[in-house]
């Protein structure tokens, strides 16, 4: 995370490379827009950068100080770049309009697969979306056109205990659909050649058959609710 000064973060996740990704808005001008699953705060940050007239941060598990995880680092990033985002220490499966309000645009961010009800969790998101979503999350089983879903009660996915679900594309996008989301499409989704080479690594590894992490991506929906005039996505 860029503080200004020409002070970088180092971090453990290179959120820039995902901000090309998941496609964000240049211009959010006048919009809400909600993080769910925002930690450090990389992305509601970059979201009041680009004009946002309000952000909101959620989280819970990361700054509960679990597993080494807290809040300092949003609370410090905040403070260097005098931001005015606000935050929110809330679940998501606790997410209502009544609590938190609802936003013009809703980021959901590497978080779905942590979820071991990720359909309630969407219906949650669904309830403080005014228009949009961006969601970004793990998926599997892409082999498969019938939808269905990997679960990982242990350590099977990257040896962490708190990645639950994986769900694939076809399953995804139903569960869109139902919670209310008219709209999707799909603006990346790992090619090939990353799940072969992440496949093959693991596989050498021992972590994981090759077959089976080759089945494995990242992917990115841009869901819309009806009737609203939607923002314009800008490469």
Same mark, same amino acid.
């Given at each position: ?19 090309? @990704? ?17 930690? !450090?705060? +990389? ?28 809040? !300092? ?20 499966? !606790? ?7 609802? +936003? ?8 779905? =697969? ?16 005014? !228009? @949009? ?13 019938? /939808?269905?879903?990997?679960? =990982? ?17 076809? /399953? ?37 058959? +090759? ?25």
């Amino acid at each position: 995370m860029d503080l200004g000064h020409g002070i970088v973060t180092e971090g453990d996740d290179d959120s820039a490379r995902k901000l090309g @990704r998941i496609r964000l808005p240049e211009r959010l001008g006048g919009l809400s827009v909600l993080d769910i699953g925002a930690w !450090d705060g +990389f992305f509601s940050f970059e979201a009041e950068r680009r004009g946002a007239s309000r952000v909101l941060a959620a989280d819970s598990y990361c700054w509960s100080g679990k597993d080494g995880c807290t809040k !300092d680092g949003f609370n410090l990033a905040r403070r260097a770049l005098r931001s005015k985002v606000e935050d929110v220490e809330i679940e998501v499966l !606790d997410l209502a309009p009544e609590r938190v309000g609802t +936003f013009d645009l809703v980021l959901f961010l590497g978080v779905l =697969y942590h979820m071991k009800f990720p359909h309630v969790a969407l219906e949650r998101v669904a309830s403080v979306t005014q !228009d @949009r979503l961006i969601l970004e999350t793990h998926v599997d089983l892409l082999h498969m056109r019938r /939808a269905a879903m990997a679960i =990982y009660p242990d350590r099977e996915l990257d040896g962490d205990p708190t990645n639950w679900c994986g769900p694939n594309l076809a /399953a995804l996008e139903w569960m869109l659909r139902d919670v209310g989301f008219t709209e999707l499409k799909r603006v990346h989704l790992s090619p090939v050649w990353w799940r072969a080479g992440r496949a093959a690594k693991l596989a050498a590894r021992g972590k994981a058959g +090759f077959l089976r992490s080759l089945s494995q991506a990242r992917v990115v929906y841009h869901a819309r609710k009806p009737g609203r005039p939607g923002l314009r996505v800008v490469s």
